[in-house]
């Protein structure tokens, strides 16, 4: 037997199992697999100490923003489809098909979260190859306070969103997110689904922040800017119990210095009510490209 | 990002999303007994004299709910019932489907002046479980008691009830729950009667396409706010009361000093747990760049090809090496290499600060080939090892997974076989080259030879044509992967080098970087 040559050898595989009667009948990659591969891509299962060597890397209270390595999201699949191997043949099928394997599953990325969502029908797996995955880990309070925080990313400053392909707590307050493309801004927004009543402290005292209530020039509804904070008023501090009346009077004086409201303007629950809905908040992470 | 107003002013439709707020839904007539009066007076009677006068009466009463709530009024609470969460610095509220229930009842039975609006008969009382004497857990069961109307008017001494007029007989064996608090306490959460006037409201809301405020359906809403912020680290209960009656015992009024409990009807009641105070969201979130620090991507897209750890021409000394590794989210880590020596490597997770381009190197067949080696300070990287073995474990992990794998395997190899066999038989099916070319003797002999080649080192070209069962050709390789400094011995070195299977130099061929 003679030995062949090997810089043609690689060539020759391909290029038989190119042909329509060597592997026209060879069986199409199950959707299970590239499916799984998807979500191996996305780092499913990875443990946090494989993508946090150091605990260091990401101290309490810090986020960072990085570039998903594609080669070694590519050795992650190399490992995966190195199970089972049996025979030179097996190598071959291997060798030949790799590289379709490989873009099928990075091409089903933005479909993983969808399905785990249920929305398998509305979210199509789109042909263009991912250029860039980007993504995030935050460590904070905020993951365990929030459960259910939105975080979205955009391109660019017209808005264009970019695709979610992974948000999960990895951990009790560790959080990781992962976009398809590079953002340029990422905003993480406190759950809104409560949209409520509430204060916020300031130097231990509740306030709110002024709305206009449609009177003078201020729009209803819309947050006076510069903000302006009305000063709540509690009954007793250590109870947390409001005086409402008191507070409703507070927030009056503080309307009319800012010229949103004068007297004779009516003042009723109504009003109360549009300067004390919380609206949630909404963190913004910008920079140029 | 367009932002629309979430208010609208009155006279205006409103859009999806967006929401008005009315001061109050005004029932045409409170709760209460009324009646019609018809009066007729017949004047021009004959006789001049008398005037005749007819009076007719009609009684009727406007009900509406008083001790207890139809089950399907309310529509949602914030929190919402059980969660869990930061809810500090909220206030409770209960959405109510019956925009003018708040309304319906004043405080004192009274019926209100055509053109005022009286304040709400019902407020949401909000009061920890370690006030009301009570373990601090949701599965402590209900603080209220179950009882009738009569249990609420005719309390028992020491309690103070509320005082109810236009009570029947049956009206005072309905059922209700109610809830006995310690008058302190009622003095020190009730709402006064100033108060109550600004925690109830009327919400008109367009959910458009999207729900808002958890209101799946059009419409008005009543809504009641509570008047005290959540408290952290406990389990807050949220009482729907009705305060008819208790028109005299609001702060800033005092209960008399011979009660020491109120009993209050409970329309509805739900509990959350406050967890411990961990500030204001925006707060946190403004705080990490001093705290942990925050690092946005390297905004300049160059990538890094190959993801050398260390070019040669670049940092000299060992400091600015290690500095430029770490740079590039290097983490130095103990390595125990195949000699048993323990030597420092450098690791990188997926997750890398700077944009890398892809390289042209893999697959790889086993994860040593995936190590990098740098001569310049014979430091190991095995980022890329790594992770190759951490896809392998996750493969083996899933069943599933390793079993369709194997089998698509299998069935290809088959495929390929028999493709191998037909084309043997009867030449080519179809040709990427020459389609039309009558199948000769030398395209099926060619053929043949491709599909040897596909099959590396099993000789199966003799097979097809003899009919003999293919034979394994006995190997002796040992590694495929391209020589590097301390994976293989000098021996093996030697031997791979010198391996005339096919397969290894092929293997060796698709391997070497």
Not at chain 2, 407 to 420: C, F, P, V
Request: proline letters at 9%; hydrophobic letters at 40%; aromatic letters at 6%.
């Amino acid at each position: 037997m003679t030995a062949i040559k090997p810089s043609s050898h690689i060539t020759e595989i391909k290029s038989a199992l190119a042909r329509a009667d060597v592997s026209g009948t060879l069986p199409e990659l199950p959707k299970s697999i590239t499916d799984w591969l998807a979500q191996l891509v996305l780092l499913d299962g990875v443990p946090l100490s494989y993508l946090v060597p150091e605990p260091d890397l990401l101290p309490t209270e810090s986020l960072r923003f990085f570039y998903l390595d594609s080669n070694w999201l590519r050795r992650l699949i190399d490992g995966a489809l190195s199970i089972g191997l049996s025979s030179s043949l097996d190598v071959g099928v291997l060798l030949a098909t790799y590289e379709d394997t490989v873009l099928e599953s990075l091409s089903k990325l933005s479909s993983v979260r969808a399905a785990r969502r249920g929305l398998t029908a509305t979210i199509e797996a789109t042909d263009e190859t991912p250029t860039t995955i980007t993504g995030f880990l935050l460590r904070s309070r905020v993951v365990s306070g929030w459960p259910g925080m939105e975080v979205a990313a955009y391109a660019d400053p017209n808005g264009r969103p970019l695709t979610l392909l992974r948000l999960d707590r990895v951990n009790s307050d560790i959080m990781l997110g992962l976009f398809m493309g590079v953002p340029s801004e990422v905003r993480f927004l406190e759950p809104p689904e409560g949209l409520h009543f509430g204060v916020i402290p300031q130097a231990g005292e509740p306030i709110v922040y002024l709305r206009g209530l449609g009177y003078g020039d201020d729009p209803a509804g819309i947050q006076i800017l510069p903000a302006v904070a009305g000063p709540l008023v509690e009954r007793d501090a250590a109870t947390g119990v409001l005086n409402i009346s008191g507070s409703v009077d507070s927030l009056k004086a503080a309307l009319k210095t800012a010229g949103a409201w004068s007297e004779g303007d009516p003042f009723t629950s109504a009003e109360f009510a549009i300067q004390m809905t919380r609206g949630a908040g909404l963190q913004i992470f910008q920079w140029s490209s | 990002m367009p932002s629309i107003p979430v208010v609208r002013e009155s006279g205006t439709d409103l859009e999806p999303g967006q929401i008005r707020f009315y001061e109050a839904a005004k029932p045409p007539l409170v709760a209460g007994e009324y009646k019609v009066s018809a009066q007729q007076t017949v004047n021009g009677l004959d006789d001049g004299q008398t005037t005749p006068q007819y009076d007719l009466e009609m009684p009727f009463s406007v009900t509406a709910p008083r001790f207890t709530l139809p089950a399907e009024t309310v529509q949602m609470t914030y929190p919402p019932a059980n969660a869990a969460g930061a809810f500090d610095n909220a206030l409770a509220n209960i959405v109510l489907r019956d925009k003018t229930l708040p309304w319906n009842r004043t405080l004192d039975g009274s019926i209100p002046p055509e053109d005022s609006v009286s304040p709400p008969w019902m407020a949401v009382l909000t009061v920890t479980a370690g006030e009301l004497g009570i373990p601090d857990t949701v599965q402590t069961p209900a603080p209220t008691v179950s009882g009738t109307v009569r249990d609420l008017t005719a309390p028992g001494t020491g309690i103070l009830g509320p005082s109810l007029t236009g009570l029947t007989a049956a009206d005072l064996s309905q059922p209700l729950i109610y809830l006995d608090l310690s008058a302190d306490l009622f003095t020190a959460v009730a709402p006064s009667s100033d108060d109550l006037a600004f925690l109830a409201h009327v919400r008109e809301v367009n959910t458009g396409n999207k729900e808002i405020l958890g209101l799946k359906e059009q419409g008005f809403y009543s809504v009641l706010v509570g008047n005290r912020l959540l408290r952290p680290g406990a389990v807050n209960y949220h009482f729907l009361v009705s305060l008819e009656g208790f028109q005299t015992s609001l702060p800033p009024n005092t209960i008399p000093s011979s009660c020491t409990k109120v009993r209050l009807a409970v329309l509805a009641w739900w509990r959350v747990t406050a967890t411990a105070s961990i500030g204001n969201f925006i707060e946190i979130m403004q705080a990490l760049p001093d705290t942990g620090g925050v690092s946005l991507p390297a905004t300049a897209f160059t990538p890094f090809t190959g993801g050398d750890v260390c070019p040669v021409s670049g940092p000299t000394t060992p400091t600015q090496v290690a500095g430029q590794a770490l740079d590039l989210g290097y983490a130095p880590l103990e390595s125990t290499m195949r000699i048993g020596e323990h030597a420092t490597a450098w690791y990188r997770g997926p997750a890398a600060p700077v944009p890398l381009g892809k390289d042209p190197l893999g697959p790889y067949l086993r994860s040593d080939a995936a190590m990098r080696y740098d001569p310049a300070t014979g430091i190991y990287d095995m980022s890329y090892a790594v992770a190759w073995e951490i896809g392998r474990l996750l493969a083996l992990t899933s069943n599933a997974m390793a079993q369709s794998l194997y089998q698509w395997r299998r069935s290809a190899t088959q495929s390929l076989l028999s493709g191998a066999r037909q084309a043997s038989l009867h030449g080519p099916l179809s040709r990427t080259t020459d389609a039309f070319a009558k199948p000769t003797q030398d395209t099926a002999k060619a053929s043949r030879q491709a599909l040897a080649d596909v099959l590396g080192s099993l000789d199966l070209s003799g097979a097809l044509v003899g009919g003999k069962v293919p034979r394994r050709v006995a190997r002796n390789l040992v590694s495929p992967v391209a020589p590097a400094p301390g994976l293989l011995s000098v021996e093996e070195n030697d031997r791979l080098a010198t391996d005339p299977d096919p397969l290894s130099s092929l293997l060796a061929a698709v391997l070497a970087p």
